[in-house]
């Protein structure tokens, strides 16, 4: 054998050795999920499309975690990433599934006024509206603001989407000028969609105005 395919099986050998020895540490489901988890991570497509390789990979990583004790929020987070993957890539019934098994573990883990059920919520919002759900999409979205308004604050990203969205499925025209204004805060752009709804409820631009010149 040759130094360098010496050196490479080596370099082999001691990753699986440290491999064991972690699993050997954290115990073995904990072990599996976080290598699984941590592959499909590492191997997910920076922005759709998402390829079927990459919905198995986070499947793979929600079986690990099933294996766990089942208050446990990496079980939470898997079903959460796992479900938002399904819906993006059209499967949105059983995205869905997925979505509300994440929601009721949160729940039970870290309450439900965490700001992770607040996160869950927004997606099962986002789902139900694409099946035509509107009343229970609302009800969902409604959740969503006021859990993440209260946790993350009005100018957070996610809080900001959620509270649009509110403003459009109810038409509620002070809600999407108060909207309007705190993307401007916050200095975000809505996306062109969210953007051409608000405004047509008399929100106004989010685009920030200069300040007057002095004469």
Same mark, same amino acid.
């Given at each position: &054998?040759?130094?360098?395919?010496? @050196?490479?099986? /080596?370099?082999?050998?001691? /990753?699986?050795?440290?491999? !064991? ?6 115990? !073995? ?6 290598? *699984? ?9 920076? #922005? ?8 198995? +990979?986070?499947?793979?990583?929600? @079986?690990? $975690? ?7 929020? +990496?079980?939470?987070? %898997? ?9 993006? %890539? ?10 509300? =098994? ?9 309450? +439900? ?9 927004? @997606?099962?919002?986002?789902?139900? !509206? =694409? =099946?035509?759900?509107?009343?229970? $999409?609302?009800?969902?979205?409604? =959740? ?7 946790? /993350? ?6 809080? /900001? @989407?959620? $509270?649009? #969205? ?13 909207? &309007?204004?705190?993307? *401007? &805060? ?7 969609? &969210? +953007? ?14 200069? $300040?007057?010149?002095?004469?």
């Amino acid at each position: &054998m040759s130094p360098r395919k010496l @050196r490479l099986l /080596l370099v082999l050998i001691g /990753l699986y050795l440290c491999q !064991l020895a972690y699993l050997a540490v954290v115990g !073995l489901p904990t072990g599996m999920w976080d290598l *699984r988890y941590t592959q499909a991570e590492h191997r997910l497509e920076k #922005m759709p499309p998402f390829s079927e390789a990459t919905v198995e +990979r986070f499947r793979a990583a929600a @079986r690990e $975690a099933e294996k766990l004790v089942p208050e446990d929020g +990496r079980l939470a987070r %898997t079903y959460h990433d796992l479900g938002t993957l399904l819906w993006l %890539t059209g499967r949105t019934n059983e995205g869905r599934v997925y979505l509300h =098994r994440s929601l009721k573990v949160f729940e039970r883990v870290d309450g +439900r006024q965490a700001s992770w059920v607040g996160i869950v919520c927004h @997606r099962l919002g986002e789902v139900d !509206l =694409r =099946r035509g759900r509107i009343p229970e $999409a609302a009800e969902q979205l409604q =959740r969503a603001e006021g859990i993440l308004v209260r946790t /993350l604050g009005c100018l957070d990203p996610i809080a /900001l @989407r959620a $509270a649009s #969205m509110v403003a459009v499925q109810t038409r509620d025209r002070d809600k999407a000028r108060q909207v &309007m204004e705190n993307y *401007r &805060m916050a200095e975000i752009p809505p996306d062109p969609l &969210m +953007r051409l709804q608000l405004e047509q409820l008399g929100g106004g631009s989010a685009t920030a105005q200069p $300040a007057p010149l002095n004469k």
